[in-house]
């Protein structure tokens, strides 16, 4: 094999390692979406706040001296509780007001907290502290490091819990049963609210546990951090189907391939401009998502 | 009618705050500061306006012409966009006498132009790209141009740290970046050395991942790397860089200058670099430790350059508006444009003939306890 191929070769594998990873965070993130969608119709696009606010938890913490078995389940309860209280006071009262009013409250909701981050903590990008210790695994040209492996791990272990959670669980069988029809499961006697507000909390717990890998991963964030990922993710929960949980998470690894692909043979110009083009891609072709089956819509 | 009296209430706040300037603006002379003061660069707009503040509190209360001076602080986030709408606003709304900022050379490029249209003096203390000033004679600046700084860390490269093969990587968002790319690369040619790579590697302001960028630039075997971005990429880019094993030497420009660098390169990112600057707090003139000995009392931190060129730019402004014939926008340009031998803490200032500032410029090493002088280079 010549060392043109073998580089080529090592190449691919690095950029599907680090495309696997960052598919991962927006996995992590996309599954809030795709929840939140799948039980009121709501495109959230404050989700991306939540990572940021679950990345700040952990961050607080961390510096503080808590360790990483604290801050981490700490960050997810965070995001988590946040996204509750945003749901009682923005998203409630105006459910009924169509969907524009709450995509419109969503985006507001959005800068509200990207510029109270940077009113209150400041603009400037914070270090997180490297609690874990970089190590590298090498391969030939390959690398791995351990803080990747825990990033996918994780992932993986979050993703199996909230598999299990939505399909093996009361409370997961009264969430399909809403996201299904929520008038009819409201006449079975399910509260709805109390549903919603879980479905938001499980979301945004998932967001904060990818804001707090990224701090780990990248050791840096920002009160803007959340809007680029967030923006990606909303692509990759369209991209595998939004409303379809597996989607999410097939959607960000694609996407999160694709792009270190283009980054690495391309140009890094080109990456955002492919993510967006994705999504008008999807959108015209097969509107539904990969994993979307074609339902019209009932008049 | 239950919110008749509220409206009527915000109607008339909105009317006192929209009219208010008019009438202040003929007591007082108003001068407009377009910083980013949140954003991927917040820490400069700081940095400038605490310079700024020093400067106005350095001459004290003063009136000049009869009029006392008024500050008004607009952020532009970092972004072309909101620049050209601050200036706007700074204009239409406020009727400022002058613009000092921005910091950013594509920020300041997009508010020139509509200062030079509403013939409003704009004097940016901190913005290098070469274009900046060729907008109009109302555009000046107090700091050196990339020409002078590419130029520099070119010869320092070539001469002085003996490198002969080097890798470019610049922020494609940024004209500043691209700018002193395209002069450091000129100039190091002429010298004798080699570009491993004719077309330069790019990345994006706000990117966090450059391993997949840094994999294509080991692969070329650089003997330097020129790195002419912002402190946010680039103390990810030295981090990322010292994990994938990339040992040489990075250089840069002004746009690393900023205490943060150290926080986010970690100290193995951070060693062995150099990078041009236009101030360095450890010069030993007694005016350069007179500013940096306030500067600590009030901000707890060493000034960076641009605290230093801020405060210059606030200065040479003052001393124009003193030496104007009056305060019309075209006598006050004049006098700005006429500054000769002015003594800075960046340097003895005396503006070009294309309203550029010729100065001395600074070589950093960059530790992880600050940034250490190396050598100063002259024009």
């Given at each position: 094999?010549?060392?043109?191929?073998?580089?080529?070769?090592?190449?691919?594998?690095?950029?599907?390692?680090?495309g696997i990873t960052q598919g991962s965070i927006y996995a992590l993130i996309a599954l809030g979406y795709t929840m939140v969608y799948g039980i009121?119709?709501l495109i959230n696009f404050a989700h991306g706040e939540f990572y940021m606010?679950g990345?700040?938890?952990?961050?607080?913490?961390?510096?503080?001296?808590?360790?990483?078995?604290?801050?981490?389940?700490?960050?997810?309860?965070?995001a988590?509780?946040?996204a509750?209280?945003?749901?009682?006071?923005?998203?409630?009262?105006?459910?009924?007001?169509?969907?524009?009013?709450?995509?419109?409250?969503a985006?507001?909701?959005?800068?509200?907290?990207?510029?109270?981050?940077?009113?209150?903590?400041?603009?400037?990008?914070?270090?997180?502290?490297?609690?874990?210790?970089?190590?590298?695994?090498?391969?030939?040209?390959?690398?791995?490091?351990?803080?990747?492996?825990?990033i996918i791990?994780t992932t993986i272990?979050l993703m199996?819990?909230l598999r299990?959670?939505v399909?093996?669980?009361?409370?997961?069988?009264?969430?399909?049963?809403?996201?299904?029809?929520?008038?009819?499961?409201?006449?079975?006697?399910?509260?709805?609210?109390?549903?919603?507000?879980?479905t938001f909390?499980v979301g945004a717990a998932l967001a904060g546990a990818a804001g707090?890998l990224v701090?780990?991963?990248?050791?840096?964030?920002?009160?803007?951090?959340g809007l680029m990922p967030g923006l990606k993710a909303f692509v990759a929960a369209v991209l595998g189907g939004i409303g379809i949980i597996p989607g999410a998470a097939l959607g960000g690894l694609v996407l999160g391939i694709v792009e270190?692909?283009?980054?690495?043979?391309?140009?890094?110009?080109?990456?955002?401009?492919?993510a967006f083009?994705i999504l008008?891609?999807i959108l015209?072709?097969?509107?539904t998502g990969l994993m979307g089956?074609?339902?019209?819509?009932?008049? | 009618?239950?919110?008749?009296?509220?409206?009527?209430?915000?109607?008339?706040?909105?009317?006192?705050?929209?009219?208010?300037?008019?009438?202040?603006?003929?007591?007082?002379?108003?001068?407009?500061?377009?910083?980013?003061?949140?954003?991927?660069?917040?820490?400069?707009?700081?940095?400038?306006?605490?310079?700024?503040?020093?400067?106005?509190?350095?001459?004290?209360?003063?009136?000049?012409?009869?009029?006392?001076?008024?500050?008004?602080?607009?952020?532009?986030?970092?972004?072309?966009?909101?620049?050209?709408?601050?200036?706007?606003?700074?204009?239409?709304?406020?009727?400022?006498?002058?613009?000092?900022?921005?910091?950013?050379?594509?920020?300041?490029?997009?508010?020139?132009?509509?200062?030079?249209?509403?013939?409003?003096?704009?004097?940016?203390?901190?913005?290098?790209?070469?274009?900046?000033?060729?907008?109009?004679?109302?555009?000046?600046?107090?700091?050196?141009?990339?020409?002078?700084?590419?130029?520099?860390?070119?010869?320092?490269?070539?001469?002085?740290?003996?490198?002969?093969?080097?890798?470019?990587?610049?922020?494609?968002?940024?004209?500043?970046?691209?700018?002193?790319?395209?002069?450091?690369?000129?100039?190091?040619?002429?010298?004798?050395?080699?570009?491993?790579?004719?077309?330069?590697?790019?990345?994006?302001?706000?990117?966090?991942?450059?391993?997949?960028?840094?994999?294509?630039?080991?692969?070329?075997?650089?003997?330097?790397?020129?790195?002419?971005?912002?402190?946010?990429?680039?103390?990810?880019?030295?981090?990322?860089?010292?994990?994938?094993?990339?040992?040489?030497?990075?250089?840069?420009?002004?746009?690393?200058?900023?205490?943060?660098?150290?926080?986010?390169?970690?100290?193995?990112?951070?060693?062995?670099?150099?990078?041009?600057?236009?101030?360095?707090?450890?010069?030993?003139?007694?005016?350069?430790?007179?500013?940096?000995?306030?500067?600590?009392?009030?901000?707890?931190?060493?000034?960076?350059?641009?605290?230093?060129?801020?405060?210059?730019?606030?200065?040479?402004?003052?001393?124009?508006?003193?030496?104007?014939?009056?305060?019309?926008?075209?006598?006050?340009?004049?006098?700005?444009?006429?500054?000769?031998?002015?003594?800075?803490?960046?340097?003895?200032?005396?503006?070009?003939?294309?309203?550029?500032?010729?100065?001395?410029?600074?070589?950093?090493?960059?530790?992880?306890?600050?940034?250490?002088?190396?050598?100063?280079?002259?024009?």
């Open positions: 094999m010549n060392e043109e191929l073998l580089y080529f070769f090592y190449d691919l594998g690095q950029y599907l390692i680090n009121i119709k606010i990345a700040f938890v952990g961050y607080y913490l961390v510096i503080s001296g808590a360790s990483l078995w604290i801050a981490f389940p700490a960050a997810m309860l965070g988590g509780v946040v509750v209280i945003i749901e009682r006071l923005v998203y409630r009262p105006i459910r009924h007001a169509g969907r524009i009013a709450a995509l419109i409250s985006l507001g909701t959005s800068l509200f907290f990207q510029y109270l981050g940077q009113g209150t903590v400041g603009a400037d990008p914070k270090t997180f502290p490297p609690v874990i210790e970089e190590i590298s695994y090498e391969w030939g040209e390959m690398m791995i490091s351990n803080i990747q492996i825990i791990i272990v199996l819990v299990w959670l399909s093996s669980t009361r409370i997961g069988m009264a969430m399909r049963a809403v996201s299904f029809n929520h008038d009819a499961a409201e006449l079975m006697g399910i509260d709805t609210n109390k549903i919603i507000s879980f909390f707090v701090g780990l991963y990248y050791n840096t964030i920002e009160p803007m951090m270190n692909l283009v980054t690495g043979f391309w140009a890094s110009n080109y990456r955002d401009a492919i083009g008008i891609i015209l072709i097969k509107p089956k074609n339902i019209r819509e009932k008049v | 009618m239950r919110y008749g009296r509220l409206t009527t209430l915000c109607i008339s706040l909105l009317m006192m705050t929209l009219t208010s300037p008019l009438w202040a603006s003929k007591k007082t002379i108003t001068i407009g500061a377009v910083f980013p003061m949140t954003g991927p660069i917040a820490t400069y707009g700081q940095e400038s306006v605490n310079g700024i503040n020093l400067a106005l509190k350095k001459v004290g209360d003063i009136s000049i012409k009869g009029r006392k001076i008024r500050l008004i602080v607009e952020d532009n986030k970092g972004e072309p966009i909101e620049s050209a709408n601050s200036v706007r606003k700074l204009i239409n709304i406020d009727k400022v006498n002058a613009v000092i900022g921005s910091v950013a050379s594509s920020n300041t490029l997009a508010g020139a132009p509509i200062a030079q249209q509403a013939e409003v003096p704009l004097l940016t203390p901190a913005s290098t790209n070469e274009a900046v000033t060729k907008t109009g004679n109302f555009i000046s600046r107090t700091c050196f141009t990339d020409g002078f700084q590419g130029v520099v860390m070119a010869r320092f490269a070539f001469n002085n740290l003996k490198k002969r093969n080097v890798a470019i990587i610049i922020d494609n968002s940024s004209d500043y970046s691209k700018g002193l790319a395209a002069v450091f690369k000129k100039e190091f040619q002429r010298l004798g050395g080699k570009l491993v790579s004719q077309r330069d590697f790019a990345y994006q302001q706000k990117d966090i991942d450059f391993k997949s960028l840094l994999r294509k630039v080991k692969r070329k075997r650089p003997d330097v790397i020129f790195l002419p971005g912002y402190y946010t990429e680039v103390g990810l880019i030295l981090r990322q860089a010292r994990q994938m094993n990339i040992k040489m030497p990075f250089l840069g420009g002004d746009g690393w200058d900023s205490p943060k660098l150290q926080e986010l390169a970690g100290p193995k990112g951070i060693k062995n670099n150099y990078i041009s600057s236009h101030f360095s707090p450890d010069d030993q003139d007694p005016m350069v430790q007179e500013f940096v000995k306030k500067y600590i009392k009030i901000h707890k931190q060493r000034p960076g350059a641009m605290a230093a060129l801020g405060y210059d730019g606030m200065l040479v402004l003052l001393d124009a508006l003193k030496r104007a014939k009056s305060l019309k926008s075209k006598d006050l340009a004049l006098a700005i444009n006429s500054t000769k031998q002015f003594k800075g803490v960046t340097g003895t200032i005396s503006i070009d003939r294309q309203r550029n500032a010729t100065k001395s410029a600074v070589v950093l090493e960059t530790t992880a306890k600050g940034n250490i002088f190396n050598t100063k280079v002259n024009p």
